[in-house]
């Protein structure tokens, strides 16, 4: 047994009920991660110094974006969750794909989701799309942050057992073994470190080379995410995948590492095209 093994905290999933209304943890983390980056964006897009020369999208144009990002994120977190994660199940009960509060959504369908969003409005407002998606990157990390934190309140997505870790928690729907408080490690990983290195990268290069912040991002995230998954347990219906030979000589390659393993990829290739400066618009180039 570890040194101490700490029991999870009773916290009630639903955050405020009044009759048959209730709003979760998870429901308003959404909320504050969505109305903490709405505020964000704006100061951002109120900076001139930031866009060097590229249009700047307007205060509506703002509002719109939360809106359809969030549209964008709900839609492709459950079609993700649904594609990448349990395909199989979901294909015998198809009405189960509707029933987004039993939980199941998945981080790189949302990504997906919330970039077609961006891309959309961005198109239909004649701005700078991957500026506009530098932008949303910045302001991303927060709703990463909230969303982790209601993962462990709601005692979901627990980690690896680790019964010789000091503050191993026991979760209740994981048995009684101690086990690694993932969520957390997310929330400063995902949320709160790489939230620090999004404000500095947007304060040290601005938007003048589209593409570029957002290149930092999914590098960034892929880096944490790698990380972090090394002290989650995969999924019950995927485990570990490759094999029992893989997973004896890594540490057992997941599904959350698949997917961000080419993100990466992405991340320092768009990182190296925007730095040599090929995605600023042609009348910009020399300004």
């Known amino acids: 047994m570890p040194l101490v093994a700490l029991s999870?905290?009773?916290?009630?999933?639903?955050?405020?009920?009044?009759?048959?209304?209730?709003?979760r943890?998870?429901?308003?983390?959404?909320?504050?991660?969505?109305?903490?980056?709405?505020?964000?964006?704006?100061?951002?897009?109120?900076?001139?110094?930031?866009?060097?020369?590229?249009?700047?999208?307007?205060?509506?144009?703002?509002?719109?974006?939360v809106v359809w990002v969030a549209l964008g994120v709900v839609l492709?977190?459950?079609?993700?969750?649904?594609?990448?994660?349990?395909?199989s199940a979901y294909l015998a009960e198809p009405l189960e794909i509707l029933a987004v509060w039993r939980g199941g959504m998945s981080f790189h369908g949302g990504l997906i989701g919330a970039t077609l969003a961006v891309i959309l409005l961005s198109r239909s407002r004649g701005l700078n799309t991957l500026a506009m998606l530098d932008l949303?990157?910045?302001?991303?990390?927060?709703?990463?942050?909230?969303g982790r934190i209601a993962n462990f309140i709601n005692g979901e997505l627990w980690g690896r057992p680790a019964p010789d870790f000091p503050y191993a928690i026991v979760f209740p729907h994981a048995g009684p073994i101690p086990r690694h408080p993932s969520q957390i490690y997310e929330a400063f990983g995902?949320?709160?470190?790489?939230?620090?290195?999004?404000?500095?990268?947007?304060?040290?290069?601005?938007?003048?080379?589209?593409?570029?912040?957002?290149?930092?991002?999914?590098?960034g995230y892929s880096i944490a995410r790698i990380a972090c998954e090394f002290f989650r347990e995969p999924d019950e219906?995927?485990?570990?995948?490759?094999?029992?030979?893989?997973?004896?000589?890594?540490?057992g390659i997941t599904m959350g590492m698949l997917l961000?393993?080419?993100?990466?990829?992405?991340?320092?290739?768009?990182?190296?095209?925007?730095?040599?400066?090929?995605?600023?618009?042609a009348t910009l180039a020399s300004a």
């Open 8 to 23: 999870f905290p009773v916290i009630d999933p639903v955050a405020i009920s009044i009759g048959p209304f209730a709003i």
């Open 25 to 65: 943890w998870y429901a308003l983390a959404y909320v504050v991660g969505l109305l903490g980056g709405w505020f964000y964006a704006k100061r951002l897009a109120a900076s001139t110094r930031l866009w060097d020369g590229l249009r700047q999208p307007k205060p509506l144009d703002i509002d719109d974006l």
């Open 76 to 87: 492709g977190g459950r079609l993700g969750y649904v594609l990448f994660y349990n395909l």
């Open 136 to 146: 949303v990157s910045v302001v991303a990390p927060i709703g990463l942050f909230f």
């Open 190 to 219: 995902e949320g709160l470190i790489l939230f620090i290195v999004m404000a500095f990268a947007a304060n040290r290069f601005g938007f003048r080379r589209p593409g570029l912040v957002g290149g930092i991002f999914i590098l």
């Open 237 to 251: 219906q995927l485990g570990f995948l490759f094999g029992t030979t893989v997973q004896a000589l890594s540490g």
């Open 260 to 281: 961000s393993f080419p993100m990466a990829l992405l991340g320092i290739a768009v990182i190296w095209i925007a730095a040599r400066g090929t995605t600023r618009p």
